[in-house]
């Protein structure tokens, strides 16, 4: 299958910090990435989804100022937590789909942890 | 929007014992039906997936049914093995380029 990986694998930060997360598709052009939150025993949250080139529509509930996304190439999306907070601290996950897949291929993951 | 609904959230079953998971879904657009298995601190991993135009599919143990008339899906695992154990989710999306809209998971247990 398709490979996307996820930069950093772990992180941790003082609280009031700004983290970057990159998800890059390596061997296809991602039309379509999305990024989860997943807090411990609990299911994938959506966060938002971004299409290369244009802003990424965000899930209601979610801080668009607070959590930045660009997408500026068709194998780079990145996801920056601004001004994080121990309530931030969870495992991020992005995923990447090209143009008329059916599935989304799935970083590793990157586990936040701010203190 | 779609709301995914997953059945039992914990799953315990002894080796070699089949294992059933279901969801319900609320879209009736929704076409795309995947089943992801997740390890502690690890990516999903796509298991098998159903388009809505099947009934049916069967991947060697794994075996997906959907019934579009219901709005509901279930994954069956058959001859379980101690490294069935994990956490699956199933998910929900529509056309290409839409969002998918995961259930709430299971935690399988496959015990000696």
């Known amino acids: 299958g398709a490979v996307v990986s996820q930069h950093p694998s772990r992180v941790i930060c003082k609280s009031g910090t700004s983290v970057k997360i990159e998800c890059r598709s390596l061997d296809f052009q991602a039309t379509t990435m999305f990024w989860y939150r997943q807090f411990p025993k609990q299911s994938l949250m959506l966060m938002a989804t971004?299409?290369?080139?244009?802003?990424?529509?965000?899930e209601q509930g979610v801080e668009k100022d607070k959590f930045l996304i660009n997408h500026a190439s068709l194998t780079l999306s990145t996801l920056t937590v601004t001004s994080a907070h121990p309530e931030d601290s969870s495992f991020y996950i992005c995923?990447?789909?090209?143009?008329?897949?059916?599935?989304?291929?799935f970083g590793p993951g990157t586990r936040l942890t701010v203190l | 929007g779609e709301n995914v609904e997953q059945h039992p959230s914990t799953l315990s079953v002894q080796e070699g014992d089949s294992a059933v998971i279901k969801c319900t879904y609320s879209?009736?657009?929704?076409?795309?039906f995947p089943w992801y298995k997740q390890e502690l601190g690890k990516r999903p991993q796509l298991i098998i997936d159903i388009r809505s135009n099947v009934g049916e599919k069967k991947d060697q143990r794994i075996a997906v049914t959907l019934n579009k008339t219901a709005k509901h899906f279930s994954l069956h695992i058959t001859e379980t093995q101690p490294e069935d154990s994990a956490v699956y989710f199933c998910a929900a999306s529509g056309d290409f380029g839409s969002k998918l809209t995961f259930g709430t998971g299971t935690r399988l247990q496959v015990t000696l």
């Open positions: 879209d009736s657009a929704s076409n795309y």
């Open positions: 971004s299409n290369e080139g244009s802003k990424a529509t965000y």
């Open positions: 995923s990447a789909r090209a143009r008329y897949w059916d599935e989304q291929f």
